[in-house]
């Protein structure tokens, strides 16, 4: 099993398209954080100016996009108004909705609609399951550039961007439906653009790393086996020191620490969406009884699991 097929599945990975704009004039707005989300936006004509949480300003041209992991707030300006990050002057993205009378269907119009120095841009943003957490989130940036030179350099992203851009633009049946299913492979191709280089280096490298990547294989192959870190170490032909020093090396946390981490992930799935009972959970994840397993959802989530059904149904 590809672990980050099964990391992305497991995640349950969705993505939400919220309107395209039509900006023109002075204009600036600032998007509030929004919890287990990584938004983004893709610039189809105009220009835009960023800044993000890590105090970074970035300005996007036509077919730029910027992704924001964590959801974390940030704020969006035309050229020559002040964009600088502080809550003083750039209203709230709600204040920019209901000022225009966006109703949430068709294009968020603001400005007097001049076409000649409109922004247009595609807006969304990428959902996970409520709970859902792995050290392949925590390793992600406060941000995700994605300019002209990287779409050249990978032909399968420029193609699910040009794609995106054109459904949501033409306005056609479905374009909106189409464009949501392409923005989740949008996710996906935006990682692998920036593989090799920031924070994500280490957890990447784990995935290729012919020793830590057969083990992360076999976890997520069988993550209710008996794992220990000498039977993880065993399998992949390493000493229990070099191996587990190296695995907290590349993912960030220790190999029982991911094994029983993941255990839980699965189950909050399972809990999510399967109709099986809390003891078949448990067994599936793992544990050797209903109660063990209860304690370590309890402690993770702050709910026990059938509570945690309740709530999610």
Known sequence: MDPLDDILGTLDLRGALYFRTHFSGDWSVRVPQLEQAARFHLVVTGKCHVTVAD?????????DLVMIPAGRSHS?????????GSAGGVPELETVLQDAGYDGKGVLVVGKGDDR??????CGHFNFRRGADHPFLRALPDHLLVTAADRARQPWLDDCLRLIARRVLSGSLGSVAAATRLSE???IEVLNAHIGGGPMVG???????????????????????????DS????????RSRFSDRFA???????????ADWRLQKALAM???????????AARSGYKSAAAFTRAFAAKFGVPPKAFRQVSA
């Open 55 to 63: 105090g970074a300003n970035l300005t996007l041209g036509p077919g």
């Open 76 to 84: 969006l300006a035309s050229d020559g108004v002040g964009n600088d």
């Open 117 to 122: 120095d409109a922004t247009q841009m595609v």
């Open 185 to 187: 492979v949008l996710f």
């Open 203 to 229: 957890f990447m490298e784990a995935f290729r790393d012919p020793q830590i990547g057969k083990a992360l294989a076999a976890v997520h192959d069988r993550p209710a086996d008996a794992w220990t870190v």
């Open 232 to 239: 993880l170490a065993r399998h992949v032909g390493m000493s």
């Open 249 to 259: 090396d590349l993912i960030g946390v220790g190999p029982m620490t991911y094994v």
């Open 271 to 281: 809990l999510d969406g399967d109709r099986v009972s809390v003891q078949e959970v």
